[in-house]
Nanobody
Framework: QVQLVESGGGLVQPGGSLRLSCAAS????????MGWYRQAPGKQRELIAA???????NYADSVKGRFTISRDNDKNKVYLQMNSLKPEDTAAYYC?????????WGQGTQVTVSS
């Protein structure tokens, strides 16, 4: 069993930055992939960024060059640095891991980009 707790969301003006954090806890040996999804009202949840334990990354085209995913393997934490935020980035952001072939999700943190 893995518990994920996100933090760092909020209201930011267009062009601003936010940093999301996610801490995984439980009986964890090693998490291979940690990532972030987002879901805007009326839209499907989409993968934003993922990072393997070995350092391979995958970004959605919409955030490439603006968002950076990183992780601390020793602390089982994953981060999402979001720069040059746009109104279309407004969504609930969810931390996600696959551990022992099971999907785990955080409770979500709201990011609102508005002037």
């Amino acid at each position: 069993q893995v518990q994920l707790v996100e933090s760092g969301g909020g209201l930011v003006q267009p062009g601003g930055s936010l940093r999301l954090s996610c801490a995984a806890s439980g009986s964890i040996i090693s998490i291979y992939t940690m990532g972030w999804y987002r879901q805007a009202p009326g839209k499907q949840r989409e993968l934003i960024a993922a990072l393997t334990r070995g350092g391979s990354t995958n970004y959605a085209d919409s955030v490439k060059g603006r968002f950076t995913i990183s992780r601390d393997n020793d602390k089982n934490k994953v981060y999402l640095q979001m720069n040059s935020l746009k109104p279309e980035d407004t969504a609930a952001y969810y931390c996600h891991v696959v551990y022992q072939w099971l999907d785990y999700w955080g409770q979500g943190t709201q990011v609102t980009v508005s002037s």
